[in-house]
Each structure stands twice: as C-alpha cells, then as structure tokens.
C-alpha cells in the first residue's frame, strides 16, 4: 500500500513539475513590482503610445529619435517614466560637456560647431542612464556606459566629424 501511494505522489509531483516547467514567461511573476516586469503585455500598447505622441510634438522629432525608445528596458515603468523630450549633449575638444533640450535648429548648431572644430562630438538621447527593470543589470554595470560622458552609449546618436562633414549614427 505504502508503494502505491509513493508512486502515485511521485507522478503527481512529476506532472505538476512538468507543467510548471511548460508555463510561458510571461505568465511568470517578477520579484519586482508588476510595472518592472518584462513581457508585461501593457508595455508594447504604452510604448506606441508614447512614441506616436512624440511624433506629434511641437518639436517634430525625427523618427530616427523616437527609435531611441525601442532600446532602453522592456517595462511598463520604462515607458511611463522616460522623458517626452530628447537631449542634446556637446562634448567639447577639451572632453567637458553640457546638455540642452533637443531641437532641430541647435542639431543644426552642433553639427556646425563640429564642423569648424568647437565640438568634439555630440550625442543625442531620451534617456542618458539604461532603465533598470526586473533583472537587468545597473545602468553603470552595463558594457556601453561611459562615466565620463555619463551615459549609456547604446541609447545614443552620436555625431562627430568624418572627413569634412559631420556622420551621426546609433553607437552600437
């Protein structure tokens, strides 16, 4: 009697194991708060969202911007909490820099100051620090962040002189 009962424990536990194992990831909870969780099914909706409202802004971001949003973490909390701006941030030749709100007029400012050599570069970005979700790693323990430039390069355009003219391009 006792072996039966042990066998028919022993499947069952083999069963409830297995179909634990099979569950998606996404109908696995996160330790961190419902909005921190990746898969979240609210998160592509809110992103949309967001992005389609850039594209309606005053400022007439250019898609290649609003492409940032699709880098940083994969949350709900990611998107309800970036900014709706992007940024401007100019590196001088002696490495110091500042930051002012993105427009298409001071682009165009910064790539002529790179041009005649008062810039060294320039970045441009939503976001300077990666959003941490559930399980990512700390936006300083990432391999793209640059403490001199605080930023995390992966969420960058960055621009700079090639040749005589100034190439922007996503830092990879």
């Not at 323990?141 to 922007?168: F, H, M, Q, Y």
Request: charged fraction near 30%; glycine fraction near 2%.
């Amino acid at each position: 009697m006792f072996n039966k009962m042990r066998n028919a424990c022993t499947r069952i536990c083999f069963t409830v194991f297995a179909l634990a194992c099979s569950l998606p990831a996404a109908d696995t909870p996160c330790n961190c708060g419902p909005d921190f969780c990746h898969n979240d099914p609210r998160y592509s909706k809110a992103l949309a969202k967001k992005k389609g409202e850039m594209r309606k802004s005053q400022e007439h971001y250019p898609e290649e911007l609003i492409a940032l949003m699709d880098l940083d973490g994969e949350c709900l909390a990611r998107v309800e909490r970036a900014p709706d701006v992007f940024t401007l941030k100019m590196v001088k030749p002696d490495a110091s820099w500042s930051t002012i709100p993105w427009t298409k007029r001071d682009e165009d400012i910064a790539k002529q100051e790179v041009t005649n050599g008062q810039l060294r570069e320039f970045y441009e970005f939503n976001v300077s620090k990666a959003f941490k979700c559930c399980d990512d790693r700390k936006f300083d323990e990432r391999p793209d962040w640059d403490a001199s430039l605080e930023l995390n390069l992966r969420l960058t355009i960055k621009c700079a002189k090639v040749g005589s003219s100034v190439s922007c391009a996503r830092v990879p």
